[in-house]
T-cell receptor
Framework: SQQGEEDPQALSIQEGENATMNCSYKTSINNLQWYRQNSGRGLVHLIL?????REKHSGRLRVTLDTSKKSSSLLITASRAADTASYFCATDAPGANSKLTFGKGITLSVRP | DTEVTQTPKHLVMGMTNKKSLKCEQHMGHRAMYWYKQKAKKPPELMFV???????INESVPSRFSPECPNSSLLNLHLHALQPEDSALYLC???????????FGPGTRLTVL
């Protein structure tokens, strides 16, 4: 079953605005990760937040994690046209043979 | 060297052909992955190798055969594929199976 579910599915904003994307998941996690994918290319890891962390920053990115609500949010501040891409949350479950399970993804369009 | 390389970038094959996809990383990662991604969908895990041993096979049809000759290389052998196997095939690697994954650019496969 799909572990991560992002919302909205598509987001269109003006350059300079902030973009907030949400992810919900169903079972316990080891960590939650966010990835970006430009059209037809490989995924790029953005940020990893562990289950015992609540907030993490990396440049213009801010990620929060609420394990009680089983949800995470990714905030991109001062967006740029180059941020246009698909964004996926992915959850890593505990266990030796765990795997990363990706959500359906959010398509972000940043208008110049 | 901090990248994952994949060859070829594009591959067109007939249903009776045998071909191989190759993936290479020199970051000392001990986990390597194959994913399949259809258009506008998230990546779907196919195989995980941990310390050169197959640790996860997501019930992938036998027409896909993975191979890990050494800790830096990962192959995916293809035989008797179907048109519905056309997709972007992504390779990834990580230090361990609970760490962020580094993705290659993918091989765009078309089966005629």
């Amino acid at each position: 079953s799909q572990q991560g579910e992002e919302d909205p599915q598509a987001l269109s904003i003006q350059e300079g605005e902030n973009a907030t994307m949400n992810c919900s998941y169903k079972t316990s996690i080891n960590n939650l990760q966010w990835y970006r994918q430009n059209s037809g290319r490989g995924l790029v890891h953005l940020i990893l937040i562990r289950s015992n962390e609540r907030e993490k920053h990396s440049g213009r990115l801010r990620v929060t994690l609420d394990t009680s609500k089983k949800s995470s949010s990714l905030l991109i501040t001062a967006s740029r046209a180059a941020d246009t891409a698909s964004y996926f949350c992915a959850t890593d479950a505990p266990g030796a043979n765990s795997k990363l399970t990706f959500g359906k993804g959010i398509t972000l369009s940043v208008r110049p | 060297d901090t990248e994952v390389t994949q060859t070829p970038k594009h591959l067109v094959m007939g249903m009776t052909n045998k071909k191989s996809l190759k993936c290479e990383q020199h970051m000392g990662h001990r986990a390597m992955y194959w994913y399949k991604q259809k258009a506008k969908k998230p990546p779907e895990l196919m195989f995980v190798y941990s310390y050169e041993k197959l640790s996860i096979n997501e019930s992938v049809p036998s027409r896909f055969s993975p191979e890990c000759p050494n800790s830096s290389l990962l192959n995916l052998h293809l035989h008797a594929l179907q048109p519905e196997d056309s997709a972007l095939y992504l390779c990834a690697s990580s230090f361990g199976t609970h760490n962020e994954q580094f993705f290659g650019p993918g091989t765009r496969l078309t089966v005629l």
